[in-house]
């Protein structure tokens, strides 16, 4: 009698969705399951290896809570987090490359007068950036009423939500553009700092002798009435790693010389097209 090779395998499977009322979750299903049974044939996956990838799996849900989220930082490391960003974002040339978000964003910062220090712990005041420019559409022209969301870590490489020494919302602010387009403010110079490293996620980077640093930089969220949100990092020219982001976040158009004491870059939004405002809505 034949054997049922795993080519014939994978078809009964893939006809079991065949019924699907979900037409996209099917899609996504198939798909993912034709992925991972391509993948385990192709490394062999012996079942001890099944099994270790089932618990690593397992330690990372429960390492998740309200604030702790390993499950994304696992797919920030294997690059996941980036191609999505990439996938979805769309913009076109010339405008604000975007790059990941990160698990450190809160709601609700305080919102800022232009020109305003977002830096709260005066301990940390010893070297601040200036970071300025211009919010413009891809013609060029200053958008008014751009809102600019920023965040960064403290100088000892922790953001807020990490560090019971911080005051609450410090290293954070909003700011609202005038008829300029301009944005100014105050910060800290961004500095190297490593994400956790004591989960799954860790494990498998250092297990494969890759380490968890990412370069210095200054998280932004612009979007303005109209435009498409850009969310994305300035980079410091002068930081370590970023050649080696422990994400994969750097674009070259993201790094910026901050060595005398200021930070100059112009953010470029796209305008909104009704398609995307819809899906971004649906
Ligand atoms: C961040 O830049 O805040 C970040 C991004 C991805 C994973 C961890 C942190
Ligand atoms: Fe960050």
């Known amino acids: 009698m034949a054997t049922f090779t795993p080519a014939q395998h ?8 065949d019924g699907s009322p979900h037409e996209r979750l099917a899609e996504i299903t198939t798909s993912l399951i034709s992925h991972l049974h391509a993948f385990a044939e192709e490394v062999q996956l012996s079942r001890h290896e099944w099994f270790l990838g089932i618990e690593a799996l397992t330690r990372t849900g429960q390492m998740c809570n309200g604030e702790r989220q390993e499950f994304i930082l696992l797919s920030d490391t294997i690059g996941l987090s980036m ?3 990439m ?13 990941v978000f990160g698990p450190f964003h809160v709601e609700g910062a305080p919102r800022k007068a232009m020109g305003d220090s977002i830096v709260i712990d005066p301990t940390d005041a010893d070297e601040t950036v200036v970071f300025r420019g211009v919010v ?3 013609n060029g022209e200053p958008i008014a009423g751009a809102e600019l969301d920023v965040w960064s870590t403290a100088t000892n490489g922790l953001y807020d939500v990490q560090d019971a020494e911080q005051p609450e919302m410090n290293m954070r602010g909003v700011f609202t553009t005038g008829a300029d387009g301009a944005y100014e403010f105050v910060g800290v110079r961004p500095v190297q700092y490593s994400i956790p490293g004591d989960g799954p996620a860790g494990e498998l980077l250092f297990a494969n002798g890759r380490h968890n640093w990412r370069p210095g930089h200054m998280h932004f969220v612009v979007s303005a009435p109209g435009h498409k949100t850009v969310i994305t990092h300035l980079f410091d020219a002068d930081s370590d790693y970023l050649d080696s982001d422990a994400v994969f976040g750097v674009r070259d158009s993201l790094v910026v010389d901050m060595n005398n004491g200021s930070c100059e870059y112009d953010f470029v ?3 909104d097209s009704p398609v995307d405002a819809d899906q971004d809505t649906a």
Do not use: C, F, K, M
């Open 10 to 17: 994978l078809q009964a499977v893939l006809a079991s969705y």
């Open 83 to 85: 191609l999505v960003e």
């Open 87 to 99: 996938i979805n974002h769309r913009a076109a040339d010339g405008t604000t490359e975007p790059t």
């Open 136 to 138: 413009r559409d891809p």
């Open 269 to 271: 939004l796209d305008a």
